[in-house]
């Protein structure tokens, strides 16, 4: 069974800068997409970014120019880089990944626990 662990989150004022990390543990046979969510008290839960196993980033259009996805796939970890940090983005971030346990298992996906992040205006 494969765990993903975040860590990182905390309370930051506007402007401030925040590094989160997600590592995957566990039974993996490979990884595949990898990616971060949040969600806000009251709100759907949405795609922040997303990153193919090859490195290929993709972004929401509210963090594009301001966050950074990366992935150390020796580690089997991705980080998310956020700068310039609003009041709009705090929520509960949560890790996201798809995995096969084994070489004759079907991918699957795997959620987080989640990390909060508090930008105070």
């Known amino acids: 069974q494969v765990q993903l662990v975040e860590s990182g989150g905390g309370l930051v004022q506007a402007g401030g800068s925040l590094r989160l990390s997600c590592a995957a543990s566990?039974?993996?046979?490979?990884?595949?997409?990898m990616g971060w969510y949040r969600q806000a008290p009251g709100k759907q839960r949405d795609l922040v970014a997303s990153i193919a196993i090859g490195g290929s980033p993709t972004y929401a259009d509210s963090v594009k120019g301001r966050f950074t996805i990366s992935r150390d796939n020796s580690k089997n970890t991705i980080y998310l880089q956020m700068s310039s940090l609003k009041h709009e983005d705090t929520a509960a971030y949560y890790c996201?990944?798809?995995?096969?346990?084994?070489?004759?298992?079907?991918?699957?996906?795997?959620w987080g626990q989640g990390t909060l992040v508090t930008v105070s205006s």
């Open positions: 566990g039974s993996i046979f490979r990884t595949y997409d």
């Open positions: 996201n990944g798809f995995f096969q346990e084994t070489r004759f298992s079907d991918s699957s996906s795997v």
